[in-house]
Structures are given as structure tokens and as C-alpha cells.
């Protein structure tokens, strides 16, 4: 800077230095030896929350979780009791039956006591855990039901014929499940199949192929698990041999009915549910047939094959 002699007194000398006094000089840097990764004395609190892995949007939403997912996952519990209530059934039956065809050679001559307590643990064993799981598959289905109802019939913006409580009656009153099952049934697939725009609203629901094998077949098993019940009250010999066929037949009937009402469930998850896109499978065009040549360029006479 330039210095300018003041008005009065001893000369005076302006010096000016940079914010902060002046630059210290920079220290060598000097790499610490690797000691291994860092180590901390608590859990460190940053980074993901401590949760399992989720499918976007499978959690609740405003406190609501989605009607679809809800149908989704009480169809694959059910679904999985019914699978284990038809295995049960048909190691049932096959007691059952042997315990049958014991009665039939024990005309001829006594039987081993062995043979005959494995026989009596089988269908003891067999009967209860069918009767157990058989509940278990029912319970499950009536909420499936109900829930499959109540989306179906909001997505068609229609009211219910019944109310739940008189879908429930109508699956335990006796003589009452022989009726209201097969047409609540047949209500929820047209309300389904209204729903997505493939049924219209006049006339009364006629119900398909499958509803109706579904109806037959819940009707047969009640009917039939019914004259089982009855018939064990006679005591002859030949009632009591009656008798196991009869719950041998009552056992294969609740075999069927739990394999059509796994066709039944996965039928309608397939037209209430919209079809994953993760896995559904890439579709490959394998043949064309009827299509038009696709235009060619022609080839200039100068090109080089």
C-alpha cells in the first residue's frame, strides 16, 4: 500500500493482512495404518430398519389393507387346509376299507390282534384328524366367502341378497345347508363375473359347471355323513359292516368336495384378483400362419453379396 504523510505528527505506516491473521502452513498428512473395519461399542442406529423384505405395497395403507391381498391370503390358508383335508379323507377311506375286507376274513377264522389294533388306530387316528381339519377347511372357507362376497358385490355396486350372518346359518342350520350354500355360491359368481363386465343384471344367475358340481358334491357328502351318523346306531353284524362302508363312501365324498372347493377358490381368486405381473409367465411367438410377406427392400445391383 502507498503511504501518505499525515496532516501532523510522526510519519505512520499502513500494513494490510489478510481475514484471520496470516495462513498457517500446512501440515504432511500422514496415513494411518489400517487397523481393521471400525468397531463400535453399541448397535449403530443408522441404516434399514431391522424388517424382512415385503412386496411393494403389501403393507396397510390409511390403516385399510387391500380387499384383493386379503382374499389372496385367506385363500392360500385355506387352500392349503383343504389339500391336507383331502389327504386325511383318503387315508380314511383306505382304513376304512381294510377294515373293512378284516370283517370279511373274519367269517373264515380269527384275526391277529395285532393286525386289528393297527386297524382300530388307523381309523381312529384318520377319522378325528379328517373331522378336525374338515372343520378347520370349513371355518376358512365360509371367511373366504364372505370376503370374496363383499368385494365382488362392491366392484359390481350391488347389495347382497343375504347378509352374512345368514350366509353363515345357512353353511351350519341343518337342512338349510343343503340350499343356501350352492345359491350364495352362485350369487357371489354373478356378482364376480359382473363385476369385470362379462354378466349383466337382468334375469337370475344361472350358475356354471363347476358351482353346480360343487353344489352336488356338498349335498352327497352331507347327505351321506348324515345316513353314516344314522346308521351307527343299529347293532347287527351286517349294520355294523353296512356302516363301514358307509363311512368309507362318506370319506371319499369329503374328498371331493374339498378338491372342488380348491377349484372353486382358485376359480374365483382368478377372476377377482388381477393376474400378478411378476409371475406370470413371458409369452414367445412360436408359429405364424395366414400372416402377409413382409415387405423387402430390393437389392441395388452394386451390392456385394
Known amino acids: 500500500m502507498r503511504n501518505y504523510p499525515p496532516a501532523s505528527g510522526p510519519p505512520m505506516e499502513w500494513t494490510a493482512d489478510p481475514p484471520g491473521g496470516p495462513r498457517q502452513p500446512r501440515r504432511p498428512h500422514r496415513r494411518r495404518p489400517y487397523t481393521g473395519p471400525p468397531s463400535y461399542p453399541a448397535p449403530p442406529r443408522w441404516g434399514f430398519p431391522p424388517l424382512a423384505w415385503r412386496w411393494p405395497l403389501a403393507l396397510p395403507t390409511n390403516g385399510r389393507a387391500d380387499p384383493a391381498e386379503r382374499i389372496v391370503s385367506l385363500s ?87 347378509r352374512d350372518w345368514q350366509v353363515v346359518a345357512g353353511f351350519l342350520v341343518p337342512g338349510l345347508n343343503l340350499f343356501v350354500p350352492g345359491s350364495a355360491l352362485a350369487e357371489l359368481e354373478h356378482a364376480t363375473l359382473r363385476g369385470i363386465g362379462e354378466a349383466d343384471g337382468r334375469g337370475r344367475p344361472a350358475p356354471s359347471r363347476i358351482v353346480k358340481l360343487w353344489w352336488g358334491g356338498w349335498c352327497l357328502s352331507l347327505l351321506l355323513g348324515w345316513t353314516a351318523l344314522l346308521w351307527g346306531l343299529r347293532d347287527s353284524a351286517q349294520a355294523l359292516a353296512d356302516g363301514v362302508l358307509l363311512h368309507a363312501v362318506s370319506d371319499l365324498a369329503l374328498v371331493g368336495v374339498a378338491v372342488l372347493s380348491i377349484l372353486v377358490v382358485r376359480r374365483f381368486n382368478r377372476l377377482l384378483v388381477p393376474p400378478d405381473p411378476t409371475t406370470s409367465r413371458p409369452m414367445r411367438v412360436r408359429r405364424v400362419t395366414g400372416a402377409p410377406e413382409p415387405p423387402r427392400a430390393s437389392r441395388p445391383p452394386h451390392a456385394v453379396r
Open 76 to 162: 392360500v390358508t385355506t387352500v392349503a387346509t383343504l389339500w391336507i383335508t383331502a389327504v386325511l379323507g383318503s387315508a380314511a377311506a383306505t382304513a376304512e376299507f381294510w377294515r373293512y375286507l378284516l370283517l370279511v376274513r373274519s367269517k373264515n377264522g380269527a384275526l391277529d390282534g395285532t393286525v386289528l389294533a393297527v386297524s382300530d388306530a388307523l381309523v381312529a387316528t384318520a377319522g378325528i384328524m379328517t373331522w378336525l381339519f374338515g372343520v378347520l377347511g370349513g371355518i376358512f372357507g365360509v371367511l373366504w366367502a364372505l370376503r370374496a362376497r363383499a368385494y365382488a358385490h362392491q366392484r359390481a355396486e350391488l347389495r347382497p341378497a343375504r
